[in-house]
DNA sequence: TTGAAAGCGCTAACAT
DNA sequence: ATGTTAGCGCTTTCAA
């Protein structure tokens, strides 16, 4: 009922009778490491041949014999979190033009379950792996340097200096740009909707939060269990039943900022008019939310694509010296931000 | 400098000399296929030294004698649009049941490139393949089905009845929920933003709008050139730019129904006070949008999940019987639409 | 129920 | 510059 089709892939041999060659020659031929090796015309009737008979290598038969799958693995924390989907166009920009392929992984913010992924993605000999999930200790991270595996870490690094290679953001920088916008729009008591702290990400942010804001008050500190929206709108809700007043809030991330927004809705404040709120990311279609998002910028795709070349060059170069390269963020002023209300509604946030 | 820390992966044969029998016992004894070949009591030794040494198959080796890589593709025509980090969820939960692992390749709108990532997915032994890249008639699609690649399309399919499985909206029923809703709110003069007609959902969801508004305008219909923003705004341009006056629009997705927020905000129209917008997908986060889109939802996770499980069976029967599922949308309302002004403003959107 | 042996398609060391 | 040979680690007949 079905027909088989199956068309019986070509294989190196086909190619070496069809042009009366042996087989060893077709793979000197057709590797450009080995090319120089062989006669330029042979060679060239060896590419027309395998053209014409749709030759094209076994990865099972190559990556058997030379233990290199031409694959890395890429562990992203949430794939429903719109900042990585550029981030994702970046890596894979970066790896195509190596030849290589990503295989993509979700960890969905188990991170007990970063395990078992780590199993299965070296399962399929994956030559390297680009980690957007390291917590600031690491036990996947930690396996993967004890096992020699090449790793990049994205968008989040490990605590203090170690040997692995990195591509993150200037997180202080980033949220010194928001809170300098809020005191330059007047606002005196600013708030901060931490990230986790296990993450390197939260804990630079929460630091440049307090370096940029010399009399940040503690209590106007709180620290979201995750970076979700549910997370952003507990912490807030938090926020607003202390007796802090504050007039603005300075979350890690853009999506704690859309918690933040649910947060003040239900208790019938308006952003920016009772609080203004800055985010952190300028996730795709942040610019679209109501009100508008102020936030930082990160260079996304950018990101992603330095992380992929930085690792083809570790898979190239075995010994290469690790590097952390910080990107430069920027701020988007939209319409989340302004200044503190005159009628001294500051202490409305209070109750 | 580095360490190397290459810890010799264990092999089948390291297994086999521990317990003292045949590497082809312990091939036997691991595989649920001919587990029972073997006695209990030996299968249970190799499970135990096994697990002690860390073995596991080595899939270049395996792949090389089986011909199967439990690894298949999935083409997405954007992954930057949030509809698909939902199903693609759901693909890969189908997936990993099965103990596969997908290969997202990103296609970018860019049809003719389509080829080149099915080569490579190809090339990759991928063993099957879920495709939401179909047009109505699709060279690649075609491919597969002449070489007898298992291919499962997603959210679009084929023109006409074909031997092949899918699993896609009622699009047609979708639109017309959109349509009663606005009906219902007293429009009487709608328009519609077709999605690109090459593609099942752009011409299914414009027949929809036709059969359920019996009074459509031919001229209140306008194709957009792709399923996005900028191509949103366009069409809704050249909508108000006509003659004919409307009250609503009736987007073919929700990007489109974006963009027609921009085109509206531009000539200073307000939605949905001037004209009233509806989508279709419900993508994470248009809630929140301004104003929070009233649109059609699909059951995203459900999508990628029944594809998932479609595939795997045919992969496992590869004389499986092709399938078309057709899930089943639902209205969701918003801030979006709202009645037509009463002042007899519906001639206001003609200029 | 288990072992022996062959071979999947390719590459790399060695030989010429 | 090219051919010969061996073998990567696994599965699968075939034999016992």
Redesign the pocket.
């Known amino acids: 009922m079905i027909k088989p089709g199956k068309t019986k ?1 070509a ?3 086909d190619v070496a009778k069809a042009v ?9 031929a ?2 450009p ?2 090319q ?4 330029e ?3 060239e009737r060896i590419a027309a041949a395998s053209r014409r008979l749709g ?4 990865v ?3 990556g ?3 233990r290199r799958s031409n694959t890395v693995g890429v562990l992203i924390p949430d794939i429903m979190n719109p900042v990585f989907p550029p981030i994702l166009r970046g890596i894979e920009d970066a790896l195509a033009t190596a030849g290589c392929t990503a295989i993509i992984a979700n960890a969905e913010g188990e991170p007990q379950r970063h395990g078992t992924i780590l199993d299965r993605l070296l399962g399929r000999r994956v030559d390297g792996l680009i980690l957007a999930t390291a917590q600031r200790r690491d036990a996947v991270v930690e396996r993967c340097m004890a096992e020699g595996v090449p790793v990049v870490l994205i968008n989040r690094t490990l605590a203090g200096k170690r040997p692995i290679s990195a591509v993150v953001n200037d997180d202080e920088g980033g949220i010194k740009l928001a809170v300098d916008h809020l005191v330059a729009q007047g606002h005196r008591h600013i708030a901060h909707i931490a990230g986790p702290q296990a993450l390197s990400t939260g804990y630079a942010r929460r630091s440049g939060f307090l370096a940029a804001l010399k009399t940040a008050d503690p209590a106007l500190i709180v620290e979201a269990a995750a970076y979700s929206e549910t997370a952003g709108d507990a912490a807030m809700t938090k926020l607003l039943a202390g007796k802090m007043p504050f007039t603005a809030v300075v979350a890690a991330n853009d999506l704690l900022a859309l918690g933040c927004y649910d947060a003040l809705a239900r208790v019938g404040f308006h952003c920016p008019r009772d609080i203004s709120v800055t985010g952190f990311n300028d996730m795709p279609f942040v610019d679209r939310f109501a009100p508008p998002l102020t936030t930082v910028r990160i260079q996304h795709y950018e990101m992603g694509r330095r992380a992929g070349d930085v690792l083809m060059e570790h898979l190239r170069r075995r010994d290469t010296a690790s590097v952390t390269i910080r990107l430069e963020p920027s701020l988007v002023v939209r319409g989340s931000t302004a200044p503190p209300a005159a009628s001294g509604r500051t202490g409305s946030a209070s109750r």
């Open positions: 892939k294989t190196i041999l009366g060659v042996h087989a060893s020659t077709v793979s000197r057709l590797n490491q080995t120089h090796m062989v006669a015309a042979v060679a030759y094209t290598a076994d099972f038969a190559s058997l014999r030379t």
